[in-house]
T-cell receptor
Framework: GAVVSQHPSRVICKSGTSVKIECRSL??????MFWYRQFPKKSLMLMAT?????????EQGVEKDKFLINHASLTLSTLTVTSAHPEDSSFYIC??????????????FGPGTRLTVT | LAKTTQPISMDSYEGQEVNITCSHN???????ITWYQQFPSQGPRFIIQ???TKVTNEVASLFIPADRKSSTLSLPRVSLSDTAVYYC?????????????FGKGTRLSVIA
């Protein structure tokens, strides 16, 4: 099946710094990608929908100026956590919809990025 | 987006069949039912998807009654490695811009 990768897999940063997380669709083009965050023992929470070539659509309660999303190409979306604070520590997961014409209607998920802000 | 309700947790012994039922009373005509599996510190992994009746693949079976207001994921002969959280999701997968919204999932613990 299609593969979605994330980089880095884990990152530790100091409070006040910014961190960029990359999400790539390795063998297909994804016009739409989604970003989720997940706290321990909790479910995935949708943060935003990333559309190639246009602005991301953020879910209610997600600060667009803090979580910057860029989807500059059909295979790459980035999430930048600006001025990170300890409460931003979480597991961030991206996903991409199966491309048109592919029989499966799956949504492919990346392996996730563990962010720890000290 | 249709809301789903699943048991919070389930326990099973190795080798048994496990059935996890999900309620989705407000499912729409265009909605499909999809199940994902998630291990700790990993992204969710697709298990199976269906629209109605029964779907079977090499991993699981999905039973959907005629009214589609519920679905049951059946895992045959579970092993310790099946310990994970299982999510039932409902949505129109034909719409490329529609994200999957996760409920709380069912935490399955398989015991030796």
């Amino acid at each position: 099946g299609a593969v979605v990768s994330q980089h880095p897999s884990r990152v530790i940063c100091k409070s006040g710094t910014s961190v960029k997380i990359e999400c790539r669709s390795l063998d297909f083009q994804a016009t739409t990608m989604f970003w989720y965050r997940q706290f321990p023992k909790k479910s995935l929470m949708l943060m935003a929908t990333s559309n190639e070539g246009s602005k991301a659509t953020y879910e209610q309660g997600v600060e667009k100026d803090k979580f910057l999303i860029n989807h500059a190409s059909l295979t790459l979306s980035t999430l930048t956590v600006t001025s990170a604070h300890p409460e931003d520590s979480s597991f961030y997961i991206c996903s991409a919809r199966a491309p048109a014409g592919v029989p499966s209607d799956e949504q492919y998920f990346g392996p996730g990025t563990r962010l720890t802000v000290t | 987006l249709a809301k789903t309700t699943q048991p919070i947790s389930m326990d099973s012994y190795e080798g048994q069949e496990v059935n996890i039922t999900c309620s989705h009373n407000n499912i729409a005509t265009n909605d499909y039912i999809t199940w994902y599996q998630q291990f700790p510190s990993q992204g969710p992994r697709f298990i199976i998807q269906g629209y109605k009746t029964k779907v079977t693949n090499e991993v699981a079976s999905l039973f959907i009654p005629a009214d589609r207001k519920s679905s049951t994921l059946s895992l045959p002969r579970v092993s310790l490695s099946d310990t994970a959280v299982y999510y039932c999701l409902v949505g129109d997968t034909n719409s490329g811009n529609t994200p999957l919204v996760f409920g709380k999932g069912t935490r399955l613990s398989v015991i030796a």
